[in-house]
């Protein structure tokens, strides 16, 4: 931990920043993982999805940021490299081999369900712990991804 004027000591800064760092590193994989379906994406739905899903990368990218830095004003490092992400993401691997719009909009859904489940559970984590800034942080991006989630399952066939 680096030296910080920050008010929180340092034993629950370091508790959130490993609780970001894990987030970090899924948001990681779960923006490689709506790109991977943005490039991929075939069908008659074509243009809608794929445009829908560089939104949703984009999106991603953004928490992602926000999660680094927020480790980063709490005198943590963020680990943030492509093979930290591959070690610690606690999403599903992203099935390969698919092109169908639908088999990709599943994938998608599933893997922004499964990081705004983690996200909740870490809104509580850290406020048990006193950290109420890294929780309302994490309130943000839940908000955030479940309106990526709403616009991606709609498009989920009835």
């Known amino acids: 931990m680096h030296q910080t004027a920050n008010t929180l000591s340092k034993n629950i800064r370091a508790k959130s920043v490993a609780v970001l760092n894990r987030h970090l590193a899924a948001s990681i994989d779960l923006h490689a993982q ?8 075939r069908g008659p739905t074509f243009i809608a999805i794929h445009e829908l899903f560089d939104k949703v990368a984009d999106a991603v990218e953004e928490y ?3 999660i680094a830095e927020r480790a980063g004003a709490l ?4 680990e943030g490299t492509i093979q930290i992400a591959v070690e610690h993401s606690f999403l599903h691997r992203y099935k390969l081999g698919i092109d169908a719009a639908e088999a990709h909009v599943a994938g998608v859904t599933a893997a922004l369900a ?3 489940e983690s996200l909740r559970n870490a809104i509580d984590e850290t406020a048990a712990f006193g950290d109420a800034d890294t929780s309302d942080v994490f309130t943000e991006i839940s908000r955030g991804v479940d309106q990526q989630l709403w616009l991606v399952e709609s498009h989920r066939q009835p």
């Open 114 to 116: 499964t990081f705004g």
């Open 64 to 66: 992602s940021d926000t």
């Open 75 to 78: 005198g943590g490092a963020a």
């Open 34 to 41: 709506v790109k991977q379906a943005h490039w991929n994406v």
